[in-house]
């Protein structure tokens, strides 16, 4: 089972039926979290996923409406008498900031904490992130308001490519990580620093060759129909439009 899919689609405004954007990917037995919106924990049982599964958790950023909920996911796993470590994925920046926010709530006080595993990624182009049986996930440095890495997936067995841009304005960086992937999942806040349109997510998926591009991470004043006009006139595969708990299963790409 190769799958993606979308746990909360929204921007940094979530609204009724869309939680802020994070994603879930799936391959044969391990679910791996990218992101931790809000608090993970019932999106993850209704996307089918026992939260205590979760082993791997990449954090793209360090902005509120994408790390605000690991505090308490953590809490929550460990309230659940989860023993076994979780591995946690990200730039310094990031990782950093959040040990700061987890010593704020004085986690090692909590008796039986299970271990986390913290593993920084360089800023660097196709930084190995993580490799498991049949997948590989790199990671490279984009363009947002602070140090923030977008993510290529490959599915090994199924000879599929996902790449997710996280938040970023259009750059070479995206288009070099996505590069004639099967699937890339674009971010389409509008156009303004740091963050990209959908007609701008169109031309990145352009001279990135994919095959399909997925908005998310878009404001809930755009209708469907107008994000995928847009970037379709950019580009000429086809665009879809992320919802919370869409997926993508690339096993039958």
Same mark, same amino acid.
């Given at each position: 089972?190769?799958?993606?899919?979308?746990?909360? !689609?929204?921007?940094?405004?979530?609204?009724?039926?869309?939680?802020?954007?994070?994603?879930?990917?799936?391959?044969?037995?391990?679910?791996?979290?990218?992101?931790?919106?809000?608090?993970?924990?019932?999106?993850?049982?209704?996307?089918?996923?026992?939260?205590?599964?979760?082993?791997?958790?990449?954090?793209?950023?360090?902005?509120?409406?994408?790390?605000?909920?690991?505090?308490?996911?953590?809490?929550?796993?460990?309230?659940?008498?989860?023993? %076994?470590?979780?591995?946690?994925?990200?730039?310094?920046?990031?990782?950093?900031?959040?040990?700061?926010?987890?010593?704020?709530?004085?986690?090692? !006080?909590?008796?039986?904490?299970?271990?986390?595993?913290?593993?920084?990624?360089?800023?660097?182009?196709?930084?190995?992130?993580?490799?498991?049986?049949?997948?590989?996930?790199?990671?490279?440095?984009?363009?947002?308001?602070?140090?923030?890495?977008?993510?290529?997936?490959?599915?090994?067995?199924?000879?599929?490519?996902?790449?997710?841009?996280?938040?970023?304005?259009?750059?070479?960086?995206?288009? %070099?990580?996505?590069?004639?992937?099967?699937?890339?999942?674009?971010?389409?806040?509008?156009?303004?620093?740091?963050?990209?349109?959908?007609?701008?997510?169109?031309?990145?998926?352009?001279?990135?060759?994919?095959? %399909?591009?997925?908005?998310?991470?878009?404001?809930?004043?755009? !209708?469907?129909?107008?994000?995928?006009?847009?970037?379709?006139?950019?580009?000429?595969?086809?665009?879809?439009?992320?919802?919370?708990?869409?997926?993508?299963?690339?096993?039958?790409?």
């Amino acid at each position: 089972m190769d799958q993606i899919i979308f746990l909360g !689609t929204a921007n940094a405004i979530p609204a009724i039926g869309r939680e802020n954007t994070h994603l879930l990917i799936r391959h044969n037995q391990e679910s791996i979290l990218v992101d931790c919106a809000s608090n993970p924990i019932v999106h993850l049982q209704r996307g089918g996923v026992n939260p205590e599964q979760i082993n791997h958790l990449i954090l793209t950023h360090f902005h509120p409406d994408h790390v605000s909920g690991a505090p308490l996911f953590l809490m929550d796993l460990w309230l659940l008498g989860r023993k %076994r470590p979780l591995f946690i994925y990200g730039l310094e920046h990031t990782l950093s900031r959040l040990q700061a926010m987890m010593e704020l709530y004085d986690w090692r !006080t909590w008796p039986g904490f299970f271990p986390l595993e913290y593993r920084v990624i360089p800023e660097v182009e196709k930084a190995k992130v993580l490799t498991l049986d049949g997948l590989e996930i790199v990671a490279s440095p984009v363009k947002h308001l602070l140090p923030t890495m977008g993510i290529r997936i490959s599915f090994n067995h199924s000879q599929k490519v996902a790449a997710y841009s996280s938040d970023t304005e259009p750059c070479e960086e995206v288009v %070099r990580l996505a590069k004639d992937a099967d699937v890339l999942i674009h971010e389409a806040a509008g156009h303004s620093i740091g963050h990209t349109s959908s007609r701008q997510a169109g031309e990145v998926a352009q001279k990135a060759g994919v095959k %399909r591009l997925y908005l998310i991470h878009y404001p809930a004043n755009l !209708t469907k129909d107008e994000l995928i006009r847009d970037a379709r006139d950019a580009f000429e595969g086809e665009v879809f439009v992320c919802e919370d708990f869409m997926g993508i299963d690339l096993t039958e790409e």
